[in-house]
């Protein structure tokens, strides 16, 4: 699904991030990791189905996109949740899920994950 950069700035609905959630079978500790918030936070919204901020929203686009193209490439959303979340050699060792709360980990999460959709392995 696009989100566009206006949805962006005035905040991603809850109920979207909600879906995506559910859809992904993402608990809230790793759906509040993955928006840069503390749990507490990510219980308040849920609870009073708050909008996500600017820079919540901008990370939730990011994931969103990242976890699109795992699903595409690994043909199911629950292969690609596996792949998510074990540690990658292409990423230092490192976990895909636990880095997509910066830009940098996106970023080196997407190109680990383009480089396997045209089979050049790390």
Known sequence: MAITIEQ??????????????????LK??????????SDSTFARHRRNEISLGLVESDRFCRAMAIFEL????FETKERAMRWLQRLQPGL????PLEILDTEPGSRAVQRLLTQIEHGVLP
């Open 92 to 95: 230092a060792e490192k976990i």
């Open 8 to 25: 962006i700035r005035h905040g991603i609905a809850w109920k979207m991030v909600d879906r995506f959630q559910k859809g992904y079978e």
């Open 70 to 73: 795992a699903t595409r490439i």
């Open 28 to 37: 809230d500790k790793s759906m509040a990791r993955l928006l840069g918030i």
